[in-house]
């Protein structure tokens, strides 16, 4: 790399120049030759310039936005100007690589982005070109670490920059959710248009890291930590008046955060404690299972109708219970053969349901009409109307959700940073040496797995209820390995991580239906080729990353010395 | 009384193919300390691509004539399963040899769950199981009350050849050496002249060309195939490895058989029948790691991470 970049050196400034015009003419130029099989590309990709000079819009106007931040920051006097070109490069190289490949498999072959019937639309083509353009120029510029702000805020100015921060995080997540539209066959491009929007996003994200603006407010929301988590938490609540709030998006938003949740727990397993946990989905079945019995619901053996925070309370300490017993092989075991224990665990458990044992998970039929929450009440699958604003149907389980992520974020925070999280992560790291330490290794382990179990339990609970049926096909091996891969995509022992893991790999198949049957193959590569490239996940842990990227002899990552990051690209 | 003898026949035949595919559990394992989960799916596709040999390359005149076709087919299988194993220790595994231990573990899941859907998606009408020709001769051997597949005794009659041809190899040959070397101390063997990349390659086809021979030979005594198979049974097979003691050839193969036995017996004579019998298994397997971590044959004093 160092040598690709010592050649480029002298030509490295026209070079992303040359980059960040192209981009802008590529977003200008057509980009298909007729329209397409299933309807024009959106966004009028099939017009010529001169038809519709302003009418750029959708990944059009994404590209032309990137070419133009490419000559400011060019020719700006911004820090890491290398590292930030490079990440607008990638961006542009993403929209346009994902936009070309949709407009050639959607039915248009070839000739759709280069010339067909006497009309030629090349602005594909010169979108990419234009990408790698940028992105050799930015390396070829020098790429240093992402630099660090010494600015420091008065605490009112600091609030002020803070909720800023976080309605635009907001307004980019109502947007993120709802780019491309909801996926399905009346909607054939809504993948290409999700993917390029995260393209785009990923590109802007990745240069507002390298200037610095990323780390600095990350330090401003450390230093005012209740402030910060009082705005998110009233930010994440107020996603249902946004563009997001229909009742399809309430819907899609709610299991995100189920899984969210459910992955934080796993989080604790593998992210703190390193033991690789594979039939952790079993726990959130037991919950799921135990919680429909308990709420009356038709098919229900047990017969009793208990409040929901009741039965949610014992369906998570009977999970728990189950972590316990399945955690307590470790006192024994360790590492891969751990492994092959918790798989053998959930194995067992999705025999057994299948079989209906004990007639409580009803076999293959499920456990239908689990009765919906109410709440004085108020049923939770119903409109809300606050005022003269109607929400829709849903919006009650998203607050529900959104309430038990925070409850399970702060619980891992908690635990993390307190005694017990200090010896997992010791463990994690040498165990032998956590013993000579002092650590009561079997009991801590057997703690991660209790944890991490009784809050799977408690989103099994919640689950139940939102979906109104239990079957054990929701709860199969490889929803474990889903829920692991958002874990390691997003960042072993991060929060934000596995939030943002889940997300992707949630929202991903709902926007793609036409690949679902690709879906577990892809998930599959994925984890290969993370665990290649990007071992420490999308948004790193700070101990882990170093730990994960291998350390140079002055202690400093070597990911961040000597670059391989690939963030515009993996989104 | 019968029932049990025929049970005990059935079981000795899935012992059989559950060690084909254990050896190469344990030699891995033996070598770089990594559970191949994908090698399952090494077993699934040595199935399948017998398949497409037999579907594609056999010629029509000869399929029905065994003796001709069943190497064919064997050979077939066999290069992809290497092939595939090649490929996977090359690219995936190769880059992560001095990675943190969690990292290779999980490429491994991410091989395996990539291999079963890449061959559910792109092998013609894989989605559901695909009927394999029984290249074999047809008809059972009967011994009293017990009845056995020709195919099932080919199934135990090339197991065993190949254990001991393997166990052998290892013993007496000059790579088999360099492989025990290898397995004992990666740097010294370096350092005495043995190329560890050479050694690690040797194992994952030696592992794969059997896992090949077992999908080939699955495929005729049951014929039928599916994509789910190279998991359920290579997670029986990886307990076998445990069973005996990772590692250890001979304890692999001693494992296969108990564990093929505890399934056919256990789905006979458990409560809840066939439908638990990979429960009992898994009981065997918890108990095994709990009381000896070691398996029967394994050395307890190597420190396992």
Not at chain 1, 485 to 497: D, E, R, T
Request: proline share 4%; net charge positive; with cysteine.
């Amino acid at each position: 790399m160092s040598k690709l970049a010592n050649t480029i050196k002298p030509f490295a400034r026209p070079l992303a120049i040359l980059g960040g015009v192209l981009l802008i003419v590529a977003a200008l130029l057509p980009w298909v030759t007729f329209a397409l099989n299933s309807g024009k590309y959106p966004d009028l990709a099939t017009l010529q310039f001169f038809d519709a000079p302003f009418a750029v819009t959708g990944f059009r106007w994404h590209i032309l936005l990137l070419g133009v931040l490419v000559l400011i920051a060019v020719f700006a006097p911004i820090p890491s100007k290398g590292r930030v070109v490079r990440s607008l490069g990638w961006g542009g190289l993403a929209v346009a690589l994902i936009n070309s490949i949709f407009i050639t498999t959607e039915g248009g072959g070839l000739g759709a982005i280069t010339a067909a019937d006497g009309n030629a639309a090349f602005g594909g083509i010169v979108g990419i070109v234009a990408g790698i353009a940028v992105i050799l120029g930015g390396t070829g510029i020098g790429i240093e670490l992402p630099a660090k702000w010494k600015v420091k805020l008065s605490t009112p100015l600091a609030y002020l920059v803070l909720v800023v921060t976080f309605a635009a995080v907001l307004f980019a997540v109502a947007q993120t959710l709802t780019a491309g539209g909801q996926g399905g066959p009346a909607n054939p491009y809504a993948g290409g248009l999700f993917l390029s929007f995260l393209g785009f996003a990923a590109g802007l994200l990745t240069a507002l890291n390298g200037i610095g603006l990323i780390g600095w407010i990350s330090e401003l929301s450390e230093k005012h930590r209740v402030f910060s988590v009082v705005v998110l938490l009233a930010c994440a609540l107020l996603l249902p008046f946004t563009n997001a709030g229909s009742e399809y998006w309430m819907t899609v938003a709610a299991n995100i955060g189920i899984y969210a949740a459910t992955a934080i727990g796993l989080n604790i397993v593998v992210g703190l404690a390193g033991l690789l946990d594979l039939g952790y989905v079993a726990f959130m079945g037991i919950g799921a299972v135990v919680a429909a019995n308990l709420s009356g619901a038709a098919a229900s053996k047990v017969g009793i109708d208990l409040p929901f925070p009741i039965a949610a309370v014992i369906a998570a300490i009977i999970a728990g219970i189950f972590g316990a017993i399945v955690g307590s092989p470790t006192l024994r075991v360790r590492g891969d053969y751990l492994a092959i224990v918790t798989l053998a665990f959930g194995e067992i458990f999705t025999r057994s349901a299948q079989n209906n044992i004990g007639g409580l998970t009803n076999g293959a039929n499920a456990i239908p009409g689990v009765p919906p929450l109410d709440l004085f009440g108020k049923e939770f699958n119903e409109p809300l109307n606050i005022g003269s604003v109607e929400l829709p149907s849903g919006v009650l389980y998203y607050v529900l959700i959104v309430l038990l992520v925070a409850a399970v974020m702060a619980i891992f925070a908690n635990l993390k940073f307190s005694r017990i999280g200090r010896a997992w992560i010791a463990i994690r790291e040498d165990e032998d040496a956590a013993r000579a330490m002092g650590i009561k290794t079997g009991k801590a382990k057997i703690l991660a797995f209790l944890v991490g179990a009784t809050l799977a339990g408690l989103a099994g609970a919640v689950f139940a209820h939102k979906n109104g049926t239990v079957s054990y096909e929701s709860f199969k091996f490889l929803e474990s390995v889903t829920l692991l891969a958002a874990v390691i995509l997003g960042g072993m022992g991060s929060i934000p991580g596995a939030v943002l893991g889940a997300s992707l790999l949630f929202v991903l198949p709902e926007k793609l239906r036409e690949f679902s049957d690709y879906r577990l193959m892809i998930f599959g590569l994925a984890l290969v080729l993370i665990m290649r490239f990007r071992p420490q996940g999308l948004v790193p842990d700070r101990h882990r990353r170093a730990e994960l990227a291998g350390e140079d002899v002055g202690g400093v990552p070597v990911d961040e010395v000597h670059e391989h990051d690939t963030k515009g690209a993996t989104a | 009384m019968s029932t049990l003898l025929q049970q005990l026949a059935n079981g000795v035949v899935q012992g059989a193919l559950i060690a084909l595919i254990a050896l190469g559990y344990t030699m891995v394992y033996g070598i770089i300390q990594l559970i191949n989960f994908a090698h399952g799916e090494v077993f699934m596709v040595g199935a399948y691509g017998g398949l497409a040999t037999y579907t594609w390359i056999v010629p029509e005149s000869v399929k029905d004539v065994w003796y001709v076709s069943l190497p064919i087919v064997l050979v077939g299988g066999v290069a992809v399963s290497v092939a595939i194993a090649l490929l996977m220790e090359r690219f995936a595994y190769r880059p992560l040899r001095n990675a943190p231990r969690l990292a290779p573990l999980i490429t491994a899941l991410g091989v395996s769950v990539f291999l079963q859907e890449f061959v559910r998606n792109f092998y013609p009408n894989a989605t559901a199981a695909l009927p394999f020709p029984g290249v074999f001769v047809q008809g059972q051997l009967v011994i009293g009350p017990i009845r056995v597949g020709w195919s099932g005794i080919l199934l135990i009659g090339v197991s065993v050849l190949l254990s001991i041809a393997l166990q052998t190899y290892i013993n007496r040959s000059r790579m088999g050496r360099a492989m025990r070397a290898t397995a004992q101390d990666p740097d010294t063997a370096k350092l005495m002249g043995v190329n560890p990349d050479r050694v690690i390659v040797l194992t994952f086809v030696l592992g794969a060309a059997l896992a090949g021979v077992a999908g080939v030979l699955f495929g005729t005594y049951l014929n039928n195939i599916n994509t789910d198979m190279g998991f359920q049974t290579g997670i029986f097979a990886f307990t076998a490895a445990v069973l005996g003691g990772v590692g250890s050839i001979r304890g692999a193969v001693v494992g296969a058989f108990i564990i093929g036995l505890v399934k056919t017996l256990a789905g006979q004579y458990m409560p809840g029948g066939t439908q638990y019998d990979y429960v009992w298994i898994f009981v065997v397997l918890i108990l095994v790691l709990v009381f000896r971590p070691q398996g029967l044959f394994g050395e307890p004093e190597r420190v396992r991470a």
